[in-house]
């Protein structure tokens, strides 16, 4: 088990298994699917979508985390249509009225967290 | 395996105990399922008990009631210790390695955080984790804000409501206001509830389970000595289990992880879930107002998406075609983590029986049949969820 790092080029790091084709996010070392080890890495974003959305007015249980700050689960597609469901924190200013279902998002690359940041409507 | 019944059940009253240690809160939920169980406490051969945070706590019960020298195993799964502890106890028997066998349930909460009540890990390994991107990131999410995902996009799917929401509280409150032993016996109006502190949207505080000191015990026992101890045996016809992680249930967000575990349980029981109605009730895990919404879809009890009017047609009242979470579940007992799975099966044990312990709640003797207690947790980023089904002839 090794730590890889989260981002690659602005896209997130994930791994596709050469024997059944899963991609998972995060990329590990064993096909879930499967059990292959036989993983190739597999690059994920910048766009994407988002699949809901909530707002945090609690502190976090761990981290520094201030709120209120909303986060989110966001789709990416891979080039054969599956469907990658990453969560990430969502950049936006109170009252969030950016942040909407199935709106588009592009990646935010950072050293910690995954973070997400609205399209323009 | 043997089949095996519960014969006895005691619980302590759910609510805050700050003054209590664990073995004063555990103690008189173990003697009353010894009373209860009509047993000579030398019998009990084992016991399991699930905590999260209890170390130690069994071996200081077991001392002060007298039982020194059995088997006694701590079972640690979030939120579903209690409804393991319960399976172990069911292994034990089944497997014929003992005849009667104790399991508890414990938890005092109210004056810890939720990262000390982790048993250390948190702590032990804060620093490590906030290096990890991916755990970092999973950490902004809290307890609430998974449901609060789930909640966003079943509304956006089903054009579920706030109000839907609510009602799940509303009906919890009115079912725990005839439970003395629930945390908050205070009924709530849908205006009440939607006007309560914002935690994650759409979930208000009172769509979120409290944190809570409490504590049950249940006396499991083989067929043959059950049928000795008592006419009113309730015979255990399934324990299920299965477990899942959090990036991979990100996939299917209006549902939650129980949906395999839900169609192991029924068959184990041979049963289909339609079998409940007009005949069967239910414990389930309504540790936010959505998920008791998504487990009555998830297990097959209306279509997804439903949910919501299932609720509002009324069907899982009390006096309804298939009522769930008679004594007020998660929302209103409380939810002292390792107590609640053990006293969701003393709730379906007082149900079955129509024991005076449950009077002013007492489900209508045609839906006492069949029942399932349902747990379900996160121990950190995992899910785990337990089943048992439940029935009053073998
Ligand atoms: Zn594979």
């Known amino acids: 088990m090794k730590r890889e790092p989260l981002f690659?080029?602005?896209?997130?790091?994930?791994?596709?298994?050469?024997?059944?084709?899963?991609?998972?996010?995060?990329?590990?070392?064993?096909?879930?699917?499967?059990?292959?080890t036989n993983i190739s890495e597999y690059l994920l974003g910048p766009q994407g979508k988002l699949e809901t959305f909530t707002i945090s007015y609690m502190k976090p249980m761990i981290g520094r985390m201030k709120p209120p700050y909303p986060y989110g689960v966001a789709i990416f597609l891979t080039d054969d249509g599956q469907?990658?469901?990453?969560?990430?924190?969502?950049?936006?200013?109170?009252?969030?009225?950016?942040?909407?279902?199935?709106?588009?998002?592009?990646?935010?690359?950072?050293?910690?967290?995954?973070?997400?940041?609205?399209e323009a409507d | 395996m043997r089949n095996v019944a519960v014969v006895g059940v005691g619980v302590f009253p759910f609510g805050r105990h700050s003054d209590l240690l664990y073995q004063e809160i555990g103690v008189p939920a173990v003697n009353d399922a010894i009373e209860d169980a009509g047993i000579d406490r030398k019998q009990i051969q084992s016991c399991y008990a699930g905590t999260v945070s209890g170390m130690g706590t069994a071996h200081d019960i077991i001392n002060e009631c007298g039982m020194i020298g059995i088997p006694i195993i701590r079972v640690e799964n979030a939120c579903v210790s209690g409804t393991n502890a319960f399976r172990q106890a069911w292994m034990e028997i089944a497997s014929g390695l003992s005849d009667i066998s104790l399991a508890i349930g414990i938890e005092k909460m109210k004056d810890s955080s939720m990262a000390a009540q982790g048993g250390g890990r948190i702590q032990l390994e804060m620093k490590a984790m906030m290096k990890l991107p991916i755990v970092s990131t999973f950490s902004i999410m809290g307890l609430p804000g998974y449901f609060a995902l789930a909640a966003h996009r079943h509304m956006n799917d089903f054009n579920t409501t706030k109000e839907d929401l609510a009602n799940v509280t509303v009906k919890s409150r009115r079912n725990a206001s005839r439970n003395p032993k629930a945390e908050f016996q205070n009924p709530m109006t849908?205006?009440?509830?939607?006007?309560?502190?914002?935690?994650?949207?759409?979930?208000?505080?009172?769509?979120?389970?409290?944190?809570?000191?409490?504590?049950a015990a249940a006396i499991l026992m083989s067929e043959e000595l059950a049928k000795k101890y008592t006419d009113t045996p309730v015979w255990i016809k399934a324990s299920s289990m299965t477990s899942s992680y959090v990036e991979e249930q990100f996939k299917n967000l209006i549902s939650l992880p129980n949906i395999e575990n839900a169609k192991k349980a029924f068959s184990m029981a041979k049963l289909d879930p339609k079998d409940f109605f007009n005949n069967g009730f239910a414990e389930v895990h309504d540790c936010f107002s959505i998920s008791e919404l998504l487990h009555?879809?998830?297990?097959?009890?209306?279509?997804?998406?439903?949910?919501?009017?299932?609720?509002?047609?009324?069907?899982?009242?009390?006096?309804?075609?298939?009522p769930i979470n008679p004594s007020g579940g998660l929302l209103s007992c409380g939810h002292p983590?390792?107590?609640?799975?053990?006293?969701?099966?003393?709730?379906?044990?007082?149900?079955?029986?129509?024991?005076?312990?449950?009077?002013?709640?007492?489900?209508?003797?045609?839906?006492l049949n069949l029942a399932l207690a349902h747990t379900m947790g996160s121990p950190i980023m995992g899910f785990t969820s337990g089943i048992h089904i439940f029935s009053r002839d073998l």
């Open chain 1, 83 to 118: 469907k990658i469901h990453v969560i990430g924190l969502i950049d936006s200013q109170e009252p969030f009225e950016d942040v909407k279902i199935d709106k588009g998002l592009i990646l935010i690359e950072d050293k910690l967290l995954i973070k997400f940041k609205m």
């Open chain 2, 190 to 215: 849908v205006e009440e509830v939607l006007n309560d502190k914002m935690i994650n949207p759409p979930l208000t505080r009172s769509q979120c389970c409290p944190k809570t000191d409490g504590a």
């Open chain 2, 337 to 367: 983590l390792g107590a609640t799975g053990i006293r969701q099966v003393a709730e379906v044990v007082y149900q079955m029986r129509k024991d005076k312990e449950v009077a002013k709640r007492q489900i209508p003797d045609k839906n």
């Open chain 2, 296 to 322: 009555y879809e998830d297990f097959g009890w209306c279509k997804k998406g439903e949910g919501p009017k299932m609720l509002n047609d009324g069907i899982p009242e009390i006096d309804g075609d298939l």
């Open chain 1, 8 to 36: 690659i080029d602005g896209k997130l790091n994930a791994g596709k298994c050469n024997d059944c084709g899963v991609v998972r996010f995060p990329r590990r070392d064993y096909c879930n699917y499967c059990q292959s």
